[in-house]
């Protein structure tokens, strides 16, 4: 299976799950791994200013989103009250090196990485949406406000990376 394969697989079909986070992400899924593996190597890897991340280190960035978030949405279920650290996102970007890094395999990371999420936002029970969850010094929220948390999270940083340079 080459990366390209992988891009462009079709994500699970939309209407197996009518929670509008699903949605939400099922919408982002079909659109975006196709505009991101259109995007030059070259153009990937430019600092837009001193000190900004390129699109590469943002796109490194939602892969460490997506992994806390995948073990704070699993350690929520198995626990009657998740408390979980932050993370330090310049660090995390810095150590991993994302700015080196394949940008198809980044994409294919990040895509392989939501489909996940996204089939296990549909298998969340109702009862557990409502388990309190402490990231970091943050107040207890709910593990519903958790998951659409990250998607605002995702689609702020997904239209940094589309936009043009
Ligand atoms: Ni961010």
Not at 121 to 147: K, M, Q
């Amino acid at each position: 299976m080459t990366p390209d394969d992988v891009v462009e697989q079709e994500g699970p079909p939309a209407h197996l799950d009518s929670s509008p986070s699903a949605k939400r992400l099922a919408s982002l899924l079909q659109t975006v791994p196709s505009r991101l593996a259109n995007i030059p190597d070259d153009e990937t890897a430019q600092s837009p200013a001193p000190g900004r991340w390129s699109k590469k280190q943002i796109l490194g960035h939602l892969i460490d989103s997506a992994g806390n978030n995948h073990q704070r949405w699993v350690r929520a279920q198995v626990a009657p009250r998740l408390e979980f650290p932050g993370y330090p996102q310049e660090s995390w970007v810095a150590v991993q090196s994302y700015a080196t890094e394949s940008w198809p395999d980044l994409v294919n990371l990040w895509l392989l990485l939501n489909r996940h999420l996204l089939h296990i936002i549909r298998n969340v029970p109702e009862s557990s949406l409502s388990r309190p969850c402490v990231i970091g010094a943050h107040d207890a929220i709910p593990l519903s406000a958790v998951i659409e948390g990250y998607l605002t999270h995702l689609q702020h940083h997904l239209a940094q990376i589309l936009e043009t340079p």
